[in-house]
């Protein structure tokens, strides 16, 4: 079928062609009219004038070199339209993004934000916080990269990590939730702001894409994540909201993913045709 429609899905050199993942929504584009074309962000030979939108996918490394790959953005951004865009993206590159969230309400993890070259201590985080072990992450980064769990007795090990991450950047420190070793994680999709599927898996420790089942979700948790993408000020052609299980019941925000997330279309048969649609809808063609 022909069409005047191309599209990029931006992806990294370690998937030139794409994800699994990501072929099955090609797939579903091509099938509507729309030409999908897998294109590395960062290969300097791509003409991206050539598409009639950019849609960031699997573009994995960028957290290696954001001041490079927001600049990118920024660039590519004012010759054609590009999804997620980049004031979302920016904004949602940081983690410091929990804080506006939970300020607006949302059940987030609680997190302490430490500062790039901050002299404070795992130590004294922990006795101000009453927390005894705790996840320490960078405030940049994506796929569990540089996250250490640190218990009770690897507080020496926990301190030399924040330092590490301290050096780079800011951190993140949040106490480690109990039941997140038995009840997993799930993440939530969203497409156009309507929920479309989720998906579980167990807690992630070491970095690589999340593989999940199909998960179902009981409507107050849905409801829970559904607020927090209507409260976005600009609705995302896509959005994951990652839960991790509260101490006592129900689940906590731990992320929101607005920029490359997995979206787990291989757990739901329609997932890839749904978030086709939406892209559809953006280019200006129903569906």
Known sequence: MGSSWKVAFATNTAWPDSTPDDRLA??????????????????????????????????????????????????????????????????????????????????????ELVPFQSSRTLASILSQRGWSEVVVKPAVGANAQGLRVVRRHELEVGEESLRTLLSKGDALVQPLLQRVGASGERSLVFFEGTFSHAASYPFVLNGGPRTGAKAEIEARTREQATRVVERLPRRPLYARVDLLPAEEDGWLMSELELIEPHLFLGTEPEAPRRFANAILGRLGRPG
């Open 26 to 111: 090609i797939s579903e584009l091509e099938s509507l009219g729309v030409h999908a074309i897998p294109a590395i962000w960062d290969e300097p030979s791509v003409d991206w004038a050539q598409f009639s939108a950019v849609i960031l996918r699997s573009t994995w490394d960028y957290f290696h070199r954001p001041v490079e790959f927001l600049d990118w953005v920024d660039r590519t951004s004012r010759v054609v339209p590009m999804w997620n865009p980049p004031d979302v993206v920016r904004w949602n590159a940081h983690k410091g993004y929990l804080a506006d969230l939970a300020r607006g309400g949302a059940a987030v993890v609680p997190t």
